[in-house]
C-alpha cells in the first residue's frame, strides 16, 4: 500500500476515534470540529481535507461500517440456502461487538437521528434484496410486502443489537442472541410467548399486539 494511502486510512481513523469517543462521553450536539481535532491530535486543516464537517465524519462512518459488514456478510449470502442459517445475524452480532463504539453511536441515533436512518434504510435495502432474491430462487410469492418485512425483520434485529451492546455486563452471547432471534423468525410472536398450535383469532381482540 502507497505511504500516502496508509496516511490518509490513519488519519481517517483518528478523527473516526476521535468523534465517536467525544460523542459517548458529552453527546454529538455539543462538539465542534475543534474540538476533534484536539482529540485527534491534528490540525483543522488537516480535518477539512478529508471531510467538509462532523455530519460528513459521521456519514462516512456509517458508510464504512456498512461497507465492512458487507463485506463479512457477502460470502453468506451467496452460498446457497433454501431456509434461514442465522449465520448473517451472528456475524453482524461479531462485527458489532468488534465496533461497539461506533455501532453505540449509531444505534443510539446522534446526530439527530441521521446516522441511524443512513443505517437502517442500507440494512433494509440489503434484507429486501436477498428476500426478493431468496424467493424467487425458490418460486414462492410473498405474503407480505417485501418492504415491510425486511424493514420490520431489520428493525427488530436493531432494537436488540441496541440492547446487547448497551447491556453492562453483555446478558447474552452473540450465539444465544442468534439462536432466540432465528427461533423468532421461524416460529413467530405467538410461539415466542409460550402458546402453542394456532393463534385463536387473527383479529387481534383480546390481544396486546
Sequence with gaps: MPQEDRRTRRTRRLLRDALVALVLERGYAGITVEDITERADLGRATFYSHYTDKDALLSQIVADLQAELDSRLEPLLRAPSVGFSGKPILEMFRHAAEERDAYRVILRGEGDGRALREFMEARSAAAAMVFGHRARAMEVTPRIDIDV?????????????????????????????????????????????????????????GSPD
Excluded at 160 to 168: G, I, Q, T
Excluded at 187 to 204: H, I, K, L, Q, V
Design 149 to 205: 418485512l425486511a424493514r420490520a425483520w431489520v428493525g427488530e434485529q436493531v432494537a436488540v443489537l441496541r440492547w446487547w451492546l448497551e447491556a453492562e455486563p453483555q446478558p447474552l452471547s452473540a450465539e444465544a442472541v442468534t439462536h432466540m432471534l432465528l427461533e423468532l423468525s421461524l416460529r413467530g410472536r405467538y410461539w415466542a410467548n409460550g402458546f402453542d398450535g394456532e393463534p385463536p383469532t387473527a383479529s387481534g381482540e
